[in-house]
């Protein structure tokens, strides 16, 4: 099952809002005004752990207890807006996380910019996954995809079986940012999409600064090249 849809809103991202650890707020966003930048982000993990109620949370901003696993993946897409001049358009991929459709699911994660690896905080088994998944990830996404590991179901906290103290040396040995969720409640759900969207809006633009300066330098060695040869074309005459 596949299914790709835009959703006019999106919300307003800027470095205030990270470094104060505000929510981000809803926007209308007219794409017409703006440079728009694409990031395709694939949500990884074993099944059950709560990937589809993550995404849906985030896009719809509902929460459903009869939700079905997903069969191979499911697609949607939402606009963030970064700064006046700049949207970024998420393409979300909810993937399958059995492991009968793990070969077919592997197809999405190439072209990935973002992966969000999710667990669930009640099975240690799911935890204990989060090394299978980033391999796989390793193995058939692009070598630079920016990964966040996200712990579910907060919420049930009386059910925990993976300590906060435990995911995050896991996280921190290991140079992975890691949150805590619930997509029942919506805690962190923006958190998860606004720290990912910065970090890969963050890269674009270094990427795009790099790219500028070699074109300068190119210029500006072609033209050196010019003015040397202009030069020696005077004094011989």
Same mark, same amino acid.
């Not at 997903?70 to 993946?73: G, P």
């Given at each position: 099952k596949m299914e790709s849809q835009d959703y006019s809103l999106g919300f307003n991202i800027n470095n205030s809002s990270l470094k104060d650890n505000n929510s981000i707020s809803l926007?209308?966003?007219d794409s017409g005004t703006s440079d728009t930048i694409e990031f395709k982000i694939i949500l990884l993990g074993n099944t059950a752990v709560g990937k589809t109620s993550i995404f849906n949370r985030f896009i719809t901003s509902e929460f459903s207890q009869n939700y079905k696993s997903?069969?191979?993946?499911e697609c949607k897409s939402k606009l963030i807006k970064i700064d006046k001049n700049l949207l970024a358009k998420l393409v979300?991929?909810?993937t399958c996380g059995s492991e009968i459709y793990r070969a077919v699911t592997s197809q999405y994660y190439r072209g990935a910019h973002g992966a969000i690896i999710v667990f669930d905080?009640?099975?240690?088994?799911t935890f204990n @996954?989060? #090394?299978k998944w980033i391999k796989d990830l390793?193995?058939? @996404?692009? #070598?630079?995809?920016?990964?966040i590991i996200v712990g579910n179901k907060l919420d049930l906290?009386?059910?925990?079986k993976v300590s906060q103290s435990q995911a995050m040396n896991y996280c921190r040995e290991n140079n992975y940012k890691y949150i805590e969720a619930s997509a029942k409640d919506g805690t962190n759900i923006l958190k998860i999409f606004e720290e990912l969207t910065f970090d890969l809006a963050e890269k674009h633009k270094k990427q795009r600064e790099k790219e500028i300066n070699k074109k300068y330098m190119v210029k500006a060695l072609e033209n050196k090249d010019l003015i040397d040869l202009e030069k020696k074309n005077k004094?011989?005459?």
């Open positions: 926007v209308e966003i997903t069969i191979t993946a979300i991929w909810d905080l009640t099975d240690q088994n @996954g989060l #090394k390793k193995n058939y @996404g692009e #070598k630079d995809t920016e990964m906290i009386g059910q925990r004094g011989c005459c």
